[in-house]
């Protein structure tokens, strides 16, 4: 039932493609008015597809949550349960509103008093520390120039402010940490929602490129011209293709490692075809960061599979020999290809270079000193607010110190996650180390509510056993 729209529309594509020029016409929002007062429907407006498509997911989504509520909801512990729910509901509509982080740090605020009632305490890891330092290093570069920080903050207070996204999870950690069965339900109602969400802009696209007459799979093409593709997201309000992207993969791998733990809330089939779906998503909307993840992520899936099967020298070997296949293809896609190559992007690192040659290589130029660049290059009225390198940026603007620490984060914390067997974080931190070299997860308003969420969850161990001092896993 659930694939229905987008099966209906593929045989109609197939059988009836006439009648399916006209269903896109119809609802296409740039065609609204000039079908207007020429169709029964007169007071059509251009909140059609949208609304069709939020009553999609509202009716499926929570058809599937009242389906398996005795399973979402065992009535052990109210107040946790409730909390997985809305956590996940809180990534579910960020495509849909700027201020879900109320939702998130609500949230995360009700449950560290509800550790602290319980008396639960959590003794901080090498990884939370580490983020800890890196997040207050953004505060205290504020001196390095404050004349800067000061003309800056009142303009662009996000820039630092939203750094109490990445600070919040930290600080609850400390006192709340989610189970490992808890941890399965959060990944299985957000896949589930990415599940209907991809249906929904998969039919969006059918009915797209069948009124303009193309092939199916144009979208393989290499082509970020092929159509405005852009036009598939109707459904949302968010229309940010590589970071949606980049979600779909996250909850994809982790939802793998969730279903080979016998998450009975993900099936098998739908995990297959949530895979597939994503394949072409990421084709239709050229995602060139998300095509390499994707891709990355099923090596890893593969590697884990077969490894153990293997001893450690193979396994290195096929760690080393990977490794040197992927340094060689992103070498020849970035020389060698037009389409992997971006003119502003080049624009951004090389300003972002020459904060880094002008200042103290230690210390870096300070907190707010990209914004400087950005307006020189004329780039923030075209809303460009980050270099769209994490580690470029962090470099410019806090120098060695503060590419140390993030290094030294990534490091310890995939490091864990492969040595404590967490590899739920492992399929996070992953695409996430991508994003953060082509986009970010750091330093962007919208993606750092995904990687608060995130790191909430998978960051640290299940909780096993609550002790009253420093008791935890």
Not at 357 to 377: I, Q, T
Request: charged fraction near 15%; include cysteine.
């Amino acid at each position: 039932m659930a694939s229905s729209p987008l099966v209906i529309v593929f045989f109609l594509t197939i059988f009836s493609p006439d009648f399916a020029k006209k269903i896109w016409e119809f609802t296409d929002e740039t065609n609204i008015d000039i079908i207007k007062g020429q169709t029964l429907f007169e007071y059509v407006n251009k909140e059609l597809l949208f609304v069709s498509g939020i009553g999609y997911l509202i009716i499926f989504f929570f058809s599937w949550v009242f389906t398996n509520r005795f399973d979402l909801f065992p009535k052990t512990d109210w107040i946790r349960e409730i909390s997985v729910f809305l956590l996940a509901l809180s990534v579910a509509i960020w495509f849909y509103t700027r201020i879900v982080n109320v939702l998130v740090f609500t949230v995360m605020g009700v449950l560290m008093f509800y550790g602290i009632k319980k008396r639960q305490r959590y003794k901080p890891s090498v990884s939370m520390v580490l983020l800890f330092l890196y997040v207050l290093l953004q505060f205290v570069g504020i001196l390095w120039n404050f004349d800067v920080a000061k003309t800056y903050f009142w303009k662009y207070p996000a820039n630092i402010t939203n750094q109490l996204m990445l600070l919040a999870p930290i600080v609850v950690l400390s006192f709340f940490r989610f189970t490992s069965i808890e941890k399965n339900r959060f990944i299985a109602i957000l896949f589930h929602f990415l599940f209907f969400y991809v249906i929904l802009h998969l039919t969006s696209y059918l009915l797209m490129v069948n009124y303009l007459g193309k092939n199916i799979f144009s979208c393989l093409a290499f082509n970020k011209e092929y159509l405005d593709y852009l036009k598939i997201f109707q459904y949302s309000k968010y229309h940010h293709p590589s970071l949606i992207s980049y979600l779909l993969l996250v909850v994809g791998g982790i939802g793998y490692v969730t279903y080979k733990k016998g998450n009975y809330l993900i099936k098998r089939n739908e995990l297959i075809i949530y895979w597939l779906m994503t394949l072409f998503f990421i084709f239709i909307v050229q995602s060139r960061v998300a095509q390499i993840g994707y891709f990355l992520i099923w090596a890893f899936i593969l590697f884990f599979e077969i490894s153990k099967r293997i001893s450690k020298q193979q396994q290195l070997g096929i760690i080393l020999l990977g490794g040197l296949f992927f340094l060689i293809g992103m070498y020849v896609v970035g020389n060698f290809t037009p389409f992997f190559y971006d003119s502003e992007r080049v624009q951004l690192y090389n300003g972002a270079l020459e904060i880094i040659r002008e200042n103290n290589p230690f210390w870096g130029a300070g907190a707010y000193s990209e914004m400087v660049a950005l307006e020189k290059m004329n780039l923030v009225e075209k809303g460009k607010l980050h270099f769209h390198n994490d580690f470029l940026q962090v470099v410019a603007k806090y120098g060695i110190l503060g590419l140390s620490l993030l290094l030294l984060w990534v490091f310890v914390t995939l490091r864990n996650s492969l040595k404590k067997k967490n590899l739920e974080l492992f399929f996070f931190m992953l695409p996430t180390l991508l994003i953060m070299m082509t986009d970010s997860a750091l330093n962007h308003y919208r993606i750092l509510i995904i990687t608060a969420v995130f790191l909430f969850v998978f960051l640290e161990k299940d909780a096993i056993t609550i002790n009253k001092k420093y008791g935890g896993n």
